[in-house]
Structure formats: C-alpha cells, structure tokens
C-alpha cells in the first residue's frame, strides 16, 4: 500500500538527470546517478584543463586542497584529518599499505563485509605473518548482538585492525560503527570503517570514532564517479598515497592533493554536488523522501513475492533509510557470481537496473532509492520484473 502522505504529496524540484528515460533505475547505490548540473560543472572543469593543460596542472594541487578544505567543513570534521582517495576500496588500501610494515596484522572482518575491502585485509594479513578471521554476524542482528559477537571474537585471539561497515553492500543494513570502534580501541585494536553509502545517507557520515574511515561521494551524494575521502582521526598518520607523487614528503593530507595526470575534476566538484542537491532539494528532505518511497516499495514488492518466496521481506536488524532487501525466488543469486550474473541479463529483459546480492547462501535483491525514483518504478519491476524472476527460478531448479 501506498503512504501517499509521506512522500507522493511532496513537490520534488526539478533536478535533472541523464539517465535513460526508458529504463528504470532502481540500484542507485552501485554507481550513483550525476545531475546535470553537476556534469556541466566538471565538463567546464576540463574544458580549463583542456584550454591550458600545463597551467591546470601546476595549480591542480592547491586547487584539490580547497576542495578538501570545503568538504571537511560540510561534513563538520576538521580539515587536517580528511583526503580525496578514488573509491573506499582505494582508501582502505591506504590503509592496508600503511600496516603492511608494522609486524604481523591480526585482522577481524565480518561476513557483512564488501569483497574487495575484505580481501584486501586478508591479503594484508597474509603478507604479514598474521591471522585473518571473519565473524559471522546472522542477517537479523541487532546492535547489541553484532556488539557482542565481535567483542568475543577479538577478545578471543589478538586483535591489530578490525574492518567493519557502517552501512553493508550485500545485506542492506547499518551497523553500530561507532560503538564498534571504541570496543576495537578499548581492547587495543585499530578500527577501519568501510562508509561506502554513509555520505548522503548518514547525516553525519564521517565516524570520526574510527581510526580510518572511507567513504563514496559518487553514490548518494550524486558527485561523479572516482570521487571519495579517506578520514584518520590522528592527522599525524603514515598515509600515502597508493601512487607516489612530487607530494609525496608534505605532511598528511596535503600528500594526497598530489594526483599528477589524473582526472580529478570529480574530486573538485564535490563540493558543488553536495550543495547543489542542498540549495534544490535539501538533504534532510532527500532522506525523508528517499526513505519513505522505500518503504512504500517494500509494501508493492512484498505482495508480488509472498506466494514466491517463504519470507519476502527479511529482517536485517538494523535497516537503512533508502536501502531495502527482499529475498529473490528459490535458486537464484546463491552465490556472489551467480548474484552478479542476473544483473546485465535482467537489464536487457526488463530495462530494470536492480542490485542483486547473496548472502549465507540465499540471494536477494537490493533497493536502492533516490529522488528521481518514484512509486510506479517498483509497480513496473512488480508487474514485469518479479514474473521474470520466478521464470528464472523454476528454470534453475529444473537445471536449464
């Protein structure tokens, strides 16, 4: 059912947007989606670079540092702990590189946690002589529960670094990072938040409780893609950059502004991004909004699955304001592959760009929701989507 009052009665500015008009974008929080604005605003940005190339570069560094500064200001942290990185994957690289010759890593993930990121720890572990262990936190936990669970497991064996997510990629949930990172220092560990969906999400997205934490700015908070930031809560940190540059003895951050050839107008016109969906919109506006169309989707999507599936819509123990998980027809999307292989097929069906996921052997499909989506986008996917989907099932359980 519809709760028309919490977000259809609300006139949405008009923000515009490339995406596909007869597609129906509905995974927001894989790779975002840029407002046209903002795609003009970094085209005039290369369009500079491109008009005198050398001075664009000369001047590129400073110019990174007062993106840098402006940033921090929006996100309410101080200016000196916080540095453009590409992706979270490539913050947590950082990260890794920086404890790779600190003596035997002693690594604690959950199995919330993104591929990359957790194997980048454990190849971090690997390399160092140290251990790698993984906590199996269920689906439904809640905060008390995943406190408890990765409490026990660094206390159960020494404990360098724990990796956990504020927000989870495959299950569509939060977790207590906060709490978590002050239970990894009270028991001496070090604690990297992955905060890939926070920034747009999170009003304060930065878990300044962390020792490290990343973050994506080319998903919610709709900045071009390869834009992000690396947060240290001590500035004096051993941090460089993954590609060494003539930046390479300035202090952090200022290391970091230090890019050479690359293309980091993304990085620059984050900050416009953020104000731009604040002065048009305003993001408190956008959580609401966003939240609330996703719960109505929930609603329509649950009455195409309930006679498909025994528990369409799972507890994830601490749920997420645009993001929702429901559980796909039996037999599909088991595995992470087989996940990722429904993707590009179910575009082409149905022109439905959704996220599927797999966790503990049961696969799932994950909303995502944002401002340019609206209630007849997931009537579209329950009509035409769904039927396919169970198409799909009853092919795989029959070994076609």
């Given at each position: 059912m519809r709760n028309d009052a919490t977000y259809e009665e609300v006139a949405v500015p008009a923000l515009r947007w490339t995406l596909d008009p007869c597609g129906k974008h509905l995974n927001h929080g894989s790779f975002g989606a840029v407002p046209v604005a903002v795609q003009r605003e970094q085209q005039r940005l290369r369009e500079v670079m491109d008009w005198n190339p050398v001075r664009w570069f000369s001047s590129l560094a400073t110019n990174i540092a007062t993106a840098r500064v402006q940033m921090a200001r929006l996100?309410?942290?101080?200016?000196?702990?916080?540095?453009?990185?590409?992706n979270a994957s490539a913050g947590a690289s950082v990260v890794y590189q920086r404890l790779m010759d600190r003596g035997p890593a002693h690594v604690v993930v959950t199995n919330h946690g993104y591929g990359a990121v957790s194997m980048g720890a454990q190849r971090l572990a690997e390399r160092t002589g140290g251990t790698f262990r993984t906590v199996d936190i269920p689906l439904d936990a809640k905060s008390d529960d995943v406190l408890a669970l990765v409490g026990e497991a660094i206390t159960a064996a020494p404990t360098t670094l724990l990796v956990i997510d504020q927000i989870t990629s495959a299950t569509a949930r939060a977790f207590p990072a906060r709490e978590l990172c002050l239970l990894a220092r009270e028991h001496g560990a070090q604690s990297l938040v992955d905060g890939a969906h926070a920034p747009g999400v999170d009003p304060h997205p930065v878990c300044i409780d962390a020792d490290w934490w990343v973050g994506n700015f080319h998903k919610f908070v709709c900045a071009p893609r390869g834009t992000a930031m690396l947060y240290s809560r001590d500035s004096d940190q051993a941090l460089f950059p993954v590609?060494?540059?003539?930046?390479?003895?300035?202090?952090?951050?200022?290391?970091?502004?230090?890019?050479?050839?690359?293309?980091?107008?993304?990085?620059?016109?984050?900050?416009?991004?953020?104000?731009?969906?604040?002065?048009?919109?305003?993001?408190?506006?956008?959580r609401r909004r966003s939240a609330a169309l996703a719960d109505d989707a929930v609603g329509v999507l649950r009455g195409a699955l309930e006679d498909l599936v025994d528990n369409p819509v799972p507890d994830v123990g601490m749920p997420v304001g645009p993001m929702r998980l429901l559980a796909l027809p039996g037999g599909l999307g088991r595995t992470r592959e087989e996940a990722d292989a429904l993707r590009v097929p179910f575009i082409d069906e149905t022109g439905i760009a959704l996220s599927f996921t797999s966790f503990g052997g049961v696969g799932y499909l994950r909303l995502s929701t944002h401002i340019y989506n609206a209630i007849e986008d997931y009537e579209y996917l329950a009509k035409v989507g769904v039927p396919l989907l169970h198409r799909w099932s009853i092919d795989s359980r029959r070994g076609a």
């Open positions: 996100l309410d942290v101080p200016e000196d702990t916080l540095a453009f990185v590409l590609i060494d540059s003539w930046g390479a003895r300035d202090p952090f951050p200022a290391r970091f502004d230090h890019t050479g050839t690359l293309d980091t107008t993304g990085w620059l016109v984050a900050p416009f991004a953020w104000q731009h969906l604040e002065d048009t919109i305003g993001w408190a506006e956008i």
